[in-house]
């Protein structure tokens, strides 16, 4: 009996070791996507070839101020290149990156108005080892219909649900 009692006094707390471990992993997961996010800015931003309708959703899930979209939008009409313009809207958004961009910005909507951010796409699926913000399978089922990408198309809401991680302390 004695010995039993010496048992449970080195007995791990394993659920607090879980969720350490797991904040632990969304953290590395979160940087490693911020990253590859970083290196791509560019192509993605020379994807977006037009305003709509990307900046209205970037706006309509509070990702960018209503002043920021309106400053956008008049770059826009004062000539600024589109892709220039979303350079420096995605630069602003890398300062307090969160996995629900990546989630906007991959929306069925998005990769269906910008076909040139599939391969961008594609190259999140290959780098990031947990791609549940990422889920489904091909892009092509995502144009298709609505049952595709459930977990990219869910509101504000579900999200941390998906993720687990907080929002605006990504890095």
């Given at each position: 009996m004695?010995?039993?009692?010496?048992?449970?006094?080195?007995?791990?707390?394993?659920?607090?070791q879980?969720?350490?471990?797991?904040?632990?992993?969304?953290?590395f997961?979160?940087?490693?996507?911020?990253?590859?996010?970083?290196e791509?800015?560019?192509?993605?931003?020379?994807a977006?070839?037009?305003p709509?309708p990307?900046?209205?959703?970037?706006?309509?899930?509070?990702?960018?101020?209503?002043?920021?979209?309106?400053?956008?939008?008049?770059?826009?009409?004062?000539?600024?290149?589109?892709?220039r313009?979303?350079?420096?809207?995605?630069?602003?958004l890398e300062?307090?990156?969160?996995v629900?961009?990546?989630?906007?910005?991959?929306?069925?909507?998005?990769?269906?108005?910008?076909?040139?951010?599939?391969?961008?796409?594609?190259?999140?699926?290959?780098v990031?080892?947990?791609?549940?913000?990422?889920?489904?399978?091909?892009?092509?089922?995502?144009?298709?219909?609505?049952?595709?990408?459930?977990s990219?198309?869910?509101g504000?809401?579900?999200?941390?649900?998906?993720?687990?991680l907080?929002?605006?302390?990504?890095?």
């Amino acid at each position: 009996m004695a010995g039993g009692g010496r048992d449970l006094s080195i007995r791990v707390d394993t659920d607090s070791q879980d969720i350490n471990d797991k904040t632990l992993k969304e953290k590395f997961l979160t940087r490693l996507a911020l990253r590859h996010f970083r290196e791509n800015k560019v192509e993605i931003a020379d994807a977006i070839t037009q305003p709509f309708p990307f900046l209205m959703s970037l706006r309509d899930r509070d990702l960018i101020s209503e002043q920021r979209f309106e400053n956008a939008l008049e770059a826009c009409r004062n000539l600024v290149p589109v892709p220039r313009v979303m350079y420096n809207v995605l630069s602003d958004l890398e300062k307090m990156f969160d996995v629900f961009l990546l989630e906007t910005l991959f929306s069925r909507v998005n990769l269906k108005a910008y076909p040139n951010l599939n391969d961008i796409f594609r190259s999140f699926r290959n780098v990031v080892p947990d791609q549940s913000y990422l889920q489904g399978s091909d892009e092509q089922e995502r144009l298709e219909g609505p049952s595709s990408q459930l977990s990219l198309q869910q509101g504000n809401n579900n999200r941390r649900e998906l993720f687990c991680l907080p929002r605006g302390k990504g890095t």
